[in-house]
């Protein structure tokens, strides 16, 4: 197999190029949001046209190619899917012990009733926790059932979900795309989750706010901005030091830990003057939810982070071995 040194500008001009390497992204929107086709045939064919494209526009040899896309299979296989399957595990353990049903008892109640800091808690500080533990869309599939449960409409639930999962994806499960970036690049990882956590605290600031008006208008914004500032403030904070001082590895867990626990702690002291509740055909009461019950429902979430922060610990402790 001979050395390729891939070309920038294949096409002799930087739009050009830029455009027709986007083709096989518009593809796989195309076939699934146009053509309503399943998913692996949207993949499929996205990867048809992206070796097309590599072997007749890039030159790139086909061998190569083809040893590319098998090493594309093994990597989304091991380090991917082995997550998203054990975050599925977990997910249906705890539908199947009641945790799940106990969890949403403890968003609705700690959260005071109020649906935007719901949404906030919910789609947020929650969905952060679960994309830097398992990512892949899973954050957007739970969250968007437990706001269900919550009693918001099925549209509205996903919308939330997936506008909130826009900071956290940026390092997701594990660290997943900066580590990928690191070794595709060559460039010093570290270096990379720096300049990512310097960027995108920015955003994750003023997310929660982003969230509340989206949900109710910028006078549901007046409401609740205390409770929108202080998740977005903390979970923001807690990226930027993570991501300079730590690593890739744990940034999402730590900070949506700590943006959970701080906006916990603040609605104990704050609520806002006028709640907008959801009515909800919840089978269980909030009001009998004891210290027991809260401690069993966050107790798989909290076990599964603190695994993965000293997992993180021990990368990157190996790193600088």
Same mark, same amino acid.
Request: hydrophobic share 60%; aromatic share 12%.
């Given at each position: ?9 294949? =096409? ?16 796989? =929107? ?10 692996? =045939? ?13 072997? $007749?526009?890039?030159?790139? %040899? ?16 091991? %380090?991917?899917?082995?997550?998203? *399957?054990?975050?599925?595990? =977990? ?44 990512? $892949? ?30 900071? %956290?994806?940026?390092? &997701? ?28 605290? *920015? ?22 901005? %205390? ?7 903390? *979970? ?10 730590? &690593? ?17 702690? $603040? ?49 990157? *402790?190996?790193? $600088?071995?």
């Amino acid at each position: 197999m001979h050395a390729w040194s891939q070309p920038i500008d294949p =096409l002799h001009g930087i739009a050009v190029s830029a455009a027709v390497a986007a083709l096989p992204l518009a593809v796989v =929107l195309v076939v699934m949001g146009v053509l309503r086709k399943p998913g692996y =045939l949207a993949a499929l064919s996205g990867l048809i046209c992206s070796l097309l494209l590599a072997c $007749f526009i890039w030159q790139m %040899p086909v061998n190569l190619a083809l040893v590319s896309v098998s090493y594309g299979f093994v990597y989304a296989l091991w %380090p991917i899917m082995w997550i998203v *399957f054990t975050a599925l595990w =977990l997910y249906n353990l705890t539908v199947e012990t009641g945790k799940f049903d106990l969890l949403r008892c403890w968003m609705e109640h700690h959260a005071s009733g109020d649906m935007r800091v719901q949404a906030v808690m919910v789609a947020f500080c929650f969905g952060a926790l679960l994309e830097g533990t398992a990512g $892949f869309g899973a954050p957007v599939a739970v969250t968007s059932f437990l706001l269900l449960a919550l009693g918001f409409t099925a549209t509205r639930a996903v919308t939330l979900s997936l506008i909130a999962n826009t900071t %956290p994806v940026a390092f &997701g499960a594990l660290g997943i795309p900066i580590v990928a970036l690191a070794a595709v690049t060559g460039l010093d990882q570290m270096k990379l989750s720096a300049m990512v956590g310097r960027q995108l605290p *920015f955003m994750s600031l003023l997310l929660p706010a982003y969230l509340v008006i989206f949900l109710s208008g910028r006078k549901g914004l007046r409401d609740v901005w %205390p409770a929108a500032l202080v998740a977005g403030g903390s *979970f923001a904070t807690v990226q930027f030091l993570v991501a300079n001082y730590w &690593g890739p590895y744990a940034v999402d867990v730590l900070a949506s830990l700590i943006s959970i626990v701080a906006l916990t702690c $603040f609605l104990r002291v704050w609520r806002p003057k006028e709640s907008v509740h959801l009515h909800t055909n919840a089978s269980r009461s909030v009001r009998g939810l004891t210290l027991r019950d809260s401690v069993h429902a966050w107790t798989p979430w909290v076990l599964l982070a603190l695994v993965m922060i000293l997992w993180s610990y021990f990368k990157i *402790f190996q790193k $600088f071995q």
